[in-house]
Protein backbone atom coordinates (compact mmCIF):
# COMPACT_ATOMS: atom_id res chain seq x y z
CA UNK A 1 0.00 0.00 0.00
CA UNK A 2 1.46 3.25 -0.75
CA UNK A 3 1.38 6.78 1.33
CA UNK A 4 0.46 9.45 -0.28
CA UNK A 5 1.16 13.06 1.49
CA UNK A 6 0.87 16.50 0.51
CA UNK A 7 4.31 18.26 0.07
CA UNK A 8 6.21 21.98 0.18
CA UNK A 9 9.62 23.36 -0.32
CA UNK A 10 10.95 26.40 -0.02
CA UNK A 11 9.42 27.99 -3.09
CA UNK A 12 6.06 26.96 -2.59
CA UNK A 13 5.57 27.60 1.47
CA UNK A 14 2.99 29.62 0.69
CA UNK A 15 0.73 27.64 -0.42
CA UNK A 16 -0.93 25.46 2.06
CA UNK A 17 -1.73 22.14 0.19
CA UNK A 18 1.64 21.25 -1.45
CA UNK A 19 2.59 18.54 -4.44
CA UNK A 20 1.17 15.28 -3.71
CA UNK A 21 3.55 12.65 -3.26
CA UNK A 22 3.68 8.87 -3.39
CA UNK A 23 5.22 6.33 -1.78
CA UNK A 24 5.12 2.26 -3.23
CA UNK A 25 5.47 -0.49 -1.04
CA UNK A 26 4.40 -4.13 -0.83
CA UNK A 27 1.23 -3.95 1.15
CA UNK A 28 1.27 -5.59 4.65
CA UNK A 29 5.24 -5.21 5.02
CA UNK A 30 6.92 -3.37 7.76
CA UNK A 31 9.51 -2.18 5.07
CA UNK A 32 7.29 0.50 4.09
CA UNK A 33 8.47 2.62 7.44
CA UNK A 34 12.23 3.19 5.89
CA UNK A 35 10.26 4.60 3.00
CA UNK A 36 8.17 6.83 4.88
CA UNK A 37 10.81 7.81 6.46
CA UNK A 38 12.72 8.58 3.84
CA UNK A 39 10.07 10.91 2.21
CA UNK A 40 9.25 12.55 5.67
CA UNK A 41 13.32 13.87 5.01
CA UNK A 42 12.84 14.53 1.72
CA UNK A 43 9.90 17.04 2.11
CA UNK A 44 7.08 14.93 2.04
CA UNK A 45 3.92 16.33 4.34
CA UNK A 46 1.52 14.77 6.59
CA UNK A 47 -0.96 17.95 6.24
CA UNK A 48 -4.21 16.59 5.49
CA UNK A 49 -6.78 19.07 3.60
CA UNK A 50 -10.51 20.23 5.39
CA UNK A 51 -12.26 20.93 2.95
CA UNK A 52 -13.99 22.88 5.22
CA UNK A 53 -11.34 25.22 6.81
CA UNK A 54 -9.49 27.86 5.43
CA UNK A 55 -6.12 27.57 3.97
CA UNK A 56 -3.35 28.86 6.11
CA UNK A 57 0.27 28.87 5.82
CA UNK A 58 2.19 25.84 7.74
CA UNK A 59 2.70 26.15 11.23
CA UNK A 60 6.51 26.92 12.18
CA UNK A 61 8.74 26.77 15.24
CA UNK A 62 7.88 30.44 16.26
CA UNK A 63 4.63 31.26 17.82
CA UNK A 64 3.02 34.69 16.50
CA UNK A 65 1.35 36.43 18.77
CA UNK A 66 -1.17 34.22 21.01
CA UNK A 67 -4.41 33.90 20.32
CA UNK A 68 -6.61 34.20 23.20
CA UNK A 69 -9.40 32.04 23.82
CA UNK A 70 -12.48 33.16 26.12
CA UNK A 71 -12.83 30.97 29.54
CA UNK A 72 -9.26 28.95 28.29
CA UNK A 73 -6.50 28.83 30.82
CA UNK A 74 -3.86 27.87 28.56
CA UNK A 75 -1.07 27.97 31.34
CA UNK A 76 -3.40 25.77 33.75
CA UNK A 77 -3.28 23.29 30.24
CA UNK A 78 0.48 23.40 30.20
CA UNK A 79 1.57 23.00 33.27
CA UNK A 80 0.02 19.31 33.60
CA UNK A 81 0.62 16.10 31.79
CA UNK A 82 -1.28 15.92 28.36
CA UNK A 83 -2.39 12.35 28.10
CA UNK A 84 -4.75 11.26 25.31
CA UNK A 85 -8.30 12.27 27.34
CA UNK A 86 -7.28 15.28 28.16
CA UNK A 87 -6.99 16.39 24.46
CA UNK A 88 -10.60 18.50 24.83
CA UNK A 89 -8.75 21.17 27.41
CA UNK A 90 -7.03 22.40 24.28
CA UNK A 91 -8.36 25.28 22.36
CA UNK A 92 -10.26 25.09 19.13
CA UNK A 93 -8.03 25.77 16.26
CA UNK A 94 -5.00 26.47 18.21
CA UNK A 95 -2.06 24.83 16.83
CA UNK A 96 0.87 22.83 19.04
CA UNK A 97 4.64 23.59 18.23
CA UNK A 98 7.53 21.16 18.74
CA UNK A 99 10.53 22.61 20.18
CA UNK A 100 14.25 22.54 18.19
CA UNK A 101 16.29 21.32 21.66
CA UNK A 102 18.35 19.04 19.22
CA UNK A 103 20.51 21.98 17.84
CA UNK A 104 22.26 23.00 21.15
CA UNK A 105 23.08 19.68 22.00
CA UNK A 106 26.89 17.85 20.58
CA UNK A 107 27.05 15.56 17.58
CA UNK A 108 24.00 17.09 16.53
CA UNK A 109 23.53 19.58 13.73
CA UNK A 110 20.74 21.34 11.96
CA UNK A 111 19.84 19.72 8.62
CA UNK A 112 17.10 22.23 7.09
CA UNK A 113 15.18 24.59 8.97
CA UNK A 114 11.57 25.28 8.86
CA UNK A 115 10.78 23.78 5.83
CA UNK A 116 7.11 23.74 5.34
CA UNK A 117 6.86 23.82 9.00
CA UNK A 118 9.50 20.86 9.27
CA UNK A 119 12.84 20.85 10.47
CA UNK A 120 15.47 18.45 10.59
CA UNK A 121 18.75 17.63 12.32
CA UNK A 122 21.79 15.19 11.90
CA UNK A 123 23.99 13.38 14.11
CA UNK A 124 27.74 12.42 13.17
CA UNK A 125 27.10 8.66 13.35
CA UNK A 126 24.60 9.49 10.83
CA UNK A 127 21.05 9.47 12.47
CA UNK A 128 18.63 11.93 11.46
CA UNK A 129 15.76 13.86 13.05
CA UNK A 130 12.84 15.03 11.56
CA UNK A 131 10.03 17.49 13.47
CA UNK A 132 6.97 18.26 11.96
CA UNK A 133 3.69 20.42 12.49
CA UNK A 134 0.64 20.37 10.49
CA UNK A 135 -2.77 22.44 10.63
CA UNK A 136 -6.06 22.04 9.65
CA UNK A 137 -6.29 17.97 10.31
CA UNK A 138 -9.97 17.86 10.83
CA UNK A 139 -10.45 15.67 8.21
CA UNK A 140 -8.87 12.96 10.10
CA UNK A 141 -9.77 14.00 14.04
CA UNK A 142 -12.02 11.68 15.66
CA UNK A 143 -13.89 14.11 17.88
CA UNK A 144 -13.24 13.49 21.64
CA UNK A 145 -10.54 10.74 20.81
CA UNK A 146 -7.07 11.80 20.14
CA UNK A 147 -5.72 8.32 20.72
CA UNK A 148 -8.00 7.53 18.03
CA UNK A 149 -7.15 10.56 15.75
CA UNK A 150 -3.33 9.64 16.07
CA UNK A 151 -4.21 5.90 14.74
CA UNK A 152 -6.03 7.91 12.16
CA UNK A 153 -3.31 9.60 11.60
CA UNK A 154 -0.78 6.21 10.76
CA UNK A 155 -3.52 5.05 8.95
CA UNK A 156 -3.43 7.42 6.39
CA UNK A 157 0.56 7.28 6.21
CA UNK A 158 -0.40 3.46 5.06
CA UNK A 159 -3.00 2.16 4.97
CA UNK A 160 -1.39 -1.53 6.33
CA UNK A 161 -0.79 -0.26 10.33
CA UNK A 162 -2.96 -1.46 12.46
CA UNK A 163 -3.52 -0.09 15.56
CA UNK A 164 -1.96 -3.14 17.48
CA UNK A 165 1.24 -1.94 15.64
CA UNK A 166 1.44 1.28 17.59
CA UNK A 167 3.15 1.48 21.18
CA UNK A 168 1.88 4.12 23.30
CA UNK A 169 4.98 6.53 24.21
CA UNK A 170 5.20 9.75 26.20
CA UNK A 171 7.28 13.25 24.62
CA UNK A 172 8.13 16.22 27.18
CA UNK A 173 5.40 18.75 27.10
CA UNK A 174 6.58 21.93 27.08
CA UNK A 175 9.16 22.93 29.75
CA UNK A 176 12.82 23.84 30.07
CA UNK A 177 15.30 20.74 28.48
CA UNK A 178 17.05 19.04 31.26
CA UNK A 179 14.44 19.96 34.05
CA UNK A 180 11.45 17.81 34.78
CA UNK A 181 8.44 18.57 32.59
CA UNK A 182 4.81 17.42 32.40
CA UNK A 183 4.71 14.53 29.39
CA UNK A 184 2.40 14.24 26.26
CA UNK A 185 0.92 11.13 25.39
CA UNK A 186 1.98 9.54 21.44
CA UNK A 187 1.68 6.83 19.75
CA UNK A 188 5.33 5.42 18.14
CA UNK A 189 5.79 2.72 15.26
CA UNK A 190 8.92 1.33 14.75
CA UNK A 191 10.59 -0.51 11.73
CA UNK A 192 14.01 -1.41 10.43
CA UNK A 193 14.30 -4.93 11.59
CA UNK A 194 15.52 -6.29 8.20
CA UNK A 195 18.74 -6.29 7.14
CA UNK A 196 19.97 -3.78 5.13
CA UNK A 197 17.84 -1.50 6.03
CA UNK A 198 17.66 1.57 8.31
CA UNK A 199 16.06 1.34 11.99
CA UNK A 200 13.13 4.17 12.19
CA UNK A 201 10.68 5.11 14.81
CA UNK A 202 7.77 7.66 14.06
CA UNK A 203 6.05 9.35 16.64
CA UNK A 204 3.28 10.96 16.13
CA UNK A 205 0.05 12.79 18.15
CA UNK A 206 -3.37 13.84 16.54
CA UNK A 207 -4.85 16.68 18.43
CA UNK A 208 -8.83 16.95 17.76
CA UNK A 209 -9.92 19.58 19.56
CA UNK A 210 -7.04 21.71 18.94
CA UNK A 211 -6.64 20.01 15.09
CA UNK A 212 -2.88 19.69 14.73
CA UNK A 213 -0.56 16.83 14.85
CA UNK A 214 2.82 16.91 15.53
CA UNK A 215 5.03 14.29 13.94
CA UNK A 216 8.64 13.34 14.92
CA UNK A 217 10.82 10.69 12.98
CA UNK A 218 14.04 9.25 13.60
CA UNK A 219 16.13 7.24 11.16
CA UNK A 220 19.72 5.18 11.92
CA UNK A 221 21.82 2.77 10.16
CA UNK A 222 21.00 0.31 13.19
CA UNK A 223 19.26 -0.29 16.60
CA UNK A 224 22.27 0.29 18.52
CA UNK A 225 22.37 4.47 17.37
CA UNK A 226 18.55 4.33 16.69
CA UNK A 227 18.47 4.13 20.80
CA UNK A 228 20.90 6.40 21.46
CA UNK A 229 19.20 8.86 19.26
CA UNK A 230 15.71 8.15 20.62
CA UNK A 231 17.09 8.63 24.42
CA UNK A 232 18.26 12.13 23.13
CA UNK A 233 15.16 13.52 20.73
CA UNK A 234 12.83 12.29 23.68
CA UNK A 235 15.16 14.94 25.98
CA UNK A 236 15.64 17.55 23.77
CA UNK A 237 12.64 17.82 21.26
CA UNK A 238 8.93 19.05 23.34
CA UNK A 239 5.61 19.42 22.18
CA UNK A 240 5.19 22.88 22.76
CA UNK A 241 1.35 23.30 24.44
CA UNK A 242 -0.81 26.39 22.82
CA UNK A 243 0.00 29.83 24.41
CA UNK A 244 -3.70 31.15 23.63
Known amino acids: MGIKRDTGTAATAGRSIGTRCVLRGRRGSRAFLVLAVTAVLAGCSVGVPDPSAPRAAPATATLATPTITPGHDAAAVAAKDMPFAAGDTLAAGVPVQLSDGLR ?20 EDGCV ?6 TNQSALAVSGDDKASTEALFRYLDASILPGYLKPETLRWGGEPGK ?16 GTRATAIYARLFSKSGSSAYLSASCPDAATLAA ?6 AWIAVVPPSG
Not at 129 to 134: L, N
Not at 229 to 234: D, G, S, V
Open 180 to 195: PAPRVDVLVYTGGDRA
Open 104 to 123: DVPRWKPGRENVAGASAFVK
Open 129 to 134: VSAKVR
Open 229 to 234: ARIEAE
